[in-house]
Structures are given as C-alpha cells and as structure tokens.
C-alpha cells in the first residue's frame, strides 16, 4: 500500500522538487547510483568486475520528451559501450548495457516505437563491436507490448538481445514460456512499477508465487535465465534447482546486498549487478525508496532532521 502511494506521489513536480533538492538526498543516492558521469560508471565497473562479479549499466533517464533527447541519450549508450570497450571492460559480455525504451524514444508523440527500435539497433550494434550485449528493461504495463515487439523485430539481426518479466504481472509465467527458447536471455524480476489489480498481483505472496513459477519455467527451458532478486528464499529455490552453474546468472542492484553477490560469486555462481549512473536519478531513486520501508523511513527522518 505504501509503496504504491509513493510510486503515485513520486509522480507530483512538487513532490520531485522537495526531494531533488533537499542535501541529504545526496548522500542516498551515493548509495545506489554510480555518480553522475560515464568516468564514474567505468570505475565502478571495473571495481566491480576486480571482484568477480559482472555488470549491466543503466544510463538514468526515463521517458525523453523530445527526439533530440533520445537521440543524446542513444549518443551517450554509444559512446559509453566503445569506452568500456577501450578499457578492456566489456569483452564476453562481462559488463553490459540496460536500456529502457523510453529513455530512446518509446513514448515520442510522433514514431516513438520506430525511434526506440532504430536507437536501440544503433545501441545493439556498438554493444556487438565491443563484444557484448544489451538488455531492454520493462517499465509499466503499458510498455509491455511494445517493448516486447521491438525484441521480438530485432532479435533476428541481434539475438543476444535480451528482455526482463515482471512478476507481478498476471502474464509473466505466460511470457517465459514464451521467451524460454534457446539462446533467449530473459532478466525475471519482480516489477518496479504501480499497475491495475486485473494486470498485476497486488499482495507480497502472490507476486513471489509467481515469480517462483516463472523462475521455474525459466530454469526448464533452454534459454539463459538472468534472475533478478535479492530475496534470499528465491535464491535459494535457483540455488537448488541443479541447474549448471555457468548456464543462468544472478542479478542484483549496486548498492542492495552486496555481501550475498560476493559470497554468491565465490561460491562459483555468475552474479551480476545493475549499475545506474547520470544526474537523472529520481524515478529510480523513488523505486528504491518504495521496495523497502526501512529505506524510505531513513530517508525521510534524515529529510526531518536537516529540516
Ligand atoms: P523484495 O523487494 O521482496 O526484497 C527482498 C529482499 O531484498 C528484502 O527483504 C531486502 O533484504 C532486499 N531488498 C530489496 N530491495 C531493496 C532495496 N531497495 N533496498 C534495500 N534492500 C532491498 N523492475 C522492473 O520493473 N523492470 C526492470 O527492468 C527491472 N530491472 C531490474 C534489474 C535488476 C538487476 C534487479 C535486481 C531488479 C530490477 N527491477 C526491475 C526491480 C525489481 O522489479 C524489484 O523491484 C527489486 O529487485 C526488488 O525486488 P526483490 O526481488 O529484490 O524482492
């Protein structure tokens, strides 16, 4: 309930102004983005990949308004993949790209899908030269099918290109067994986002039921499952699925439980961990906050107590 009055009031410029301002805001987004340049996701990538674990980066910015900003932001996708390439960082795919369609044009008033489509084949295509690949992330509902059409246009021409499931959606055991073909790489997670009772599970207990049956299917099928959860129950179902070692991986965020990534990639897993970095962090910011009371409550006294 909480988490989606939040998702709601996020959405409020008014609200987006008090948090974006206050200094202690700062102070939590250090905690979950990589900083604000493209100089601060290499260090963090190579950090990371020093520790064994693998990596996906997220330029922030959702939802470009114009063609010119998603065209900026395939621009820096680009310049970004050629520079982990010059680093000696993306190579066998250890650290690679997560795009959210919006972000390169979905929502444009004119064309938006055609433009998402053509940005991310640009992105596809620097990822391909720098030997690794791109994920799609899912935002809300709405985005499903288009998302999921751009997959389904250039994975002909890009098939490592891969897609995430949202659990929560009512769908999402019908996706993966749809997704779960060979050489399909499907990120299963739970879903970030607020959505209609008739799409989406409402409770905690349902959306986990369903992630359990999707992760299922997932490690059942011949594809290359990436599951996205830090919820030790789920990771222990995966853990004890007999599913070789090498042939699925785990994700998490930067910044959420990084002791259990070093201690799953010790223990031989292939774990990777979703880094965002850029000064457009406030959607994600919000979605950090409403996973966990415990964050938003530390958060809001630090706010009352700068006051
Ligand atoms: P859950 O929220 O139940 O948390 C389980 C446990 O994990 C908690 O008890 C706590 O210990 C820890 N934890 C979880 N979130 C935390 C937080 N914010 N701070 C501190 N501890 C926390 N969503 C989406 O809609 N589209 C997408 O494309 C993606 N992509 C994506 C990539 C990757 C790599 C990850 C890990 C997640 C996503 N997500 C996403 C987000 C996902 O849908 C979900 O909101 C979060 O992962 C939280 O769900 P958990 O599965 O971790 O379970």
Same mark, same amino acid.
């Given at each position: 309930m909480l988490r989606r009055v939040l998702l709601a009031a996020s959405a409020s410029d008014r609200v987006r102004r008090v948090i974006s301002s206050a200094p202690v805001t700062r102070n939590v987004v250090a905690r979950f983005v990589a900083g604000d340049t493209s100089d601060d996701a290499l260090a963090v990538t190579r950090r990371l990949l020093d520790d064994g674990l693998l990596v996906t980066l997220d330029y922030l910015g959702e939802d470009a308004v114009d063609p010119q900003r998603a065209a900026a932001v395939t621009d820096e996708y680009v310049r970004l993949l050629g520079a982990l390439a010059a680093a000696g +960082? %993306? /190579?066998?795919? *250890?650290a690679e790209a997560s795009v959210k369609p919006t972000a390169v044009g +979905?929502? +444009? &008033?004119?064309h938006g899908e055609k433009r998402a489509r053509e940005n991310i084949a640009r992105i596809c295509a620097a990822a391909r030269e720098a030997g690794t690949t791109v994920t799609l992330d899912m935002e809300e509902n709405s985005r499903v099918e288009p998302t999921l059409r751009i997959l389904g246009q250039l994975r002909p021409e890009f098939p490592d290109l891969g897609c995430v499931v949202q %659990?929560? +959606? *009512?769908r999402g055991p019908q996706d993966c067994r749809a997704l779960a073909v060979a050489g399909s790489r499907v990120r299963l997670c739970k879903g970030a986002y607020n959505a209609a009772p008739g799409v989406a599970f409402t409770s905690r207990a349902e959306v986990d039921r369903s992630y359990a049956r999707c992760l299922r299917v997932l490690l059942a099928g011949p594809g290359y499952p990436m599951l996205a959860t830090h919820d030790p129950r789920l990771i222990r179902i995966a853990a004890a699925s /007999? *599913?070789? &070692? /090498? %042939?699925f991986e785990y994700q998490m965020l930067y910044g959420i439980r990084p002791q259990e990534q070093l201690r799953l990639a010790g223990g031989g897993a292939r774990v990777r961990v979703y880094v965002p970095y850029g000064s457009d962090w406030y959607g994600y910011l919000v979605r950090r906050l409403a996973e966990r009371p415990a964050n938003l409550l530390f958060f809001l006294r630090s706010l009352a107590s700068r006051g």
């Open positions: +960082l %993306s /190579g066998g795919g *250890r +979905l929502d +444009l &008033a004119e %659990s929560y +959606l *009512r /007999g *599913r070789p &070692a /090498g %042939s």
